[in-house]
């Protein structure tokens, strides 16, 4: 356990004293933010550790991202929109949304990079990204039919490789639901998932795509609300770590995981929020306090942990808006105070 926390600690103090922090529209640089990812997935899964404790210290390097009225960001980058989406309009089937650009012209990278990071997302749209995209547009009509309700059955039946992945990942696991500030927040609960088992019905590509999957559905969704409350939603993640396994797991679901989330952080700049470490284990929690240090003072005050928050939940349905009163709003309440 000393060589290993040892050599998380010189890794990402390494990768902490080369961060560089903006103050445009967003507050983290992707390259390193990529590069932290790669170095803590290398690490554990040559130390064999379970996936959770992966994403547990991963989630370190979220940070809050904050923005102008949609309105207002729409004229600002009016020109930039309109370059891109004539780059699009090759792309026969390529998004039409203006939101779904604006979180490019977000971005701090140079424009020949962002073009040619769009121009990758088209082609994977058209292409390997296609049916994916297709079925959580379709999912997302067919979950918005009756306006002002949500029905989720669509959503969970549309996904990839449902029939196998749905056994073992369901809304008591995993769900997202709206804050009261306007975002979406993703919980999981990943000691409650077989990955030994899930993994034993899908192959490493096929889990890969329910994760895309996900993803291109919070990102429909996120766009949507941006346009009708005037507020880019940015979508944040409560992991509830209690009962995780520190070691072991399933390498497969790992692998997954991590590819699902490299590709990601392509497909959707400026998506993610912070990320919420509820519940650690105790020593999980030993091991943040000893890599938090190494963080800069203005990296620390972002950094989201909390005990409490989903605690006294049984099943994440609670907490959805169709699901228990009481659970909900003091689970939105805990969120806000972690948030203010």
Not at 20 to 28: E, Q, S, V, W
Not at 75 to 88: P, R, V, Y
Not at 210 to 229: D, H, I, Q, R, T
Not at 282 to 306: C, G, I, N, Q, W
Request: aromatic content about 8%.
């Amino acid at each position: 356990m000393v060589s290993f926390a040892k050599k998380i600690s010189n890794d990402i103090y390494w990768i902490s004293s080369k961060s560089t922090i903006y103050n445009h529209h967003r507050t983290t640089n992707d390259k390193i933010e990529r590069s932290i990812s790669s170095t803590l997935l290398t690490t554990f899964t040559n130390m064999k550790l379970s996936v959770y404790v992966y994403l547990a210290i991963s989630a370190l390097i979220h940070t809050c991202v904050a923005f102008a009225p949609v309105s207002t960001l729409l004229q600002d980058h009016a020109a930039k929109i309109s370059q891109l989406k004539e780059i699009a309009s090759q792309y026969p089937e390529a998004p039409t949304d203006s939101i779904f650009y604006l979180r490019y012209c977000l971005s701090e990278k140079e424009d020949d990079e962002l073009e040619t990071l769009l121009k990758s997302n088209l082609e994977w749209r058209a292409n390997e990204g296609k049916t994916i995209c297709g079925s959580a547009s379709a999912a997302l009509e067919a979950a918005t039919v009756v306006a002002g309700n949500w029905d989720n059955t669509p959503v969970r039946d549309m996904a990839p490789h449902a029939s196998a992945v749905n056994k073992y990942i369901t809304p008591s696991q995993c769900l997202t639901t709206p804050l009261n500030n306007g975002d979406l927040c993703y919980c999981i609960r990943a000691g409650q998932i077989d990955d030994a088992a899930l993994m034993s019905e899908v192959s490493l590509e096929q889990m890969t795509e329910f994760f895309l999957y996900c993803k291109e559905v919070n990102a429909l969704v996120a766009n949507m609300k941006s346009e009708k409350s005037d507020q880019l939603v940015t979508v944040l993640t409560a992991n509830d770590l209690c009962g995780v396994k520190l070691i072991g797991g399933d390498a497969t679901f790992r692998k997954a995981l991590s590819a699902a989330s490299n590709k990601a952080s392509d497909l959707y700049p400026n998506l993610s929020g912070p990320t919420f470490l509820l519940n650690l284990p105790k020593l999980l929690s030993a091991l943040v306090k000893l890599f938090t240090p190494l963080f800069a003072e203005d990296v620390r005050k972002r950094l989201k942990f909390a005990r409490g928050p989903l605690k006294d939940v049984t099943d994440l349905s609670e907490i959805s808006p169709s699901g228990n009163a009481a659970s909900r709003v003091l689970f939105l309440e805990q969120i806000d105070e972690l948030l203010a």
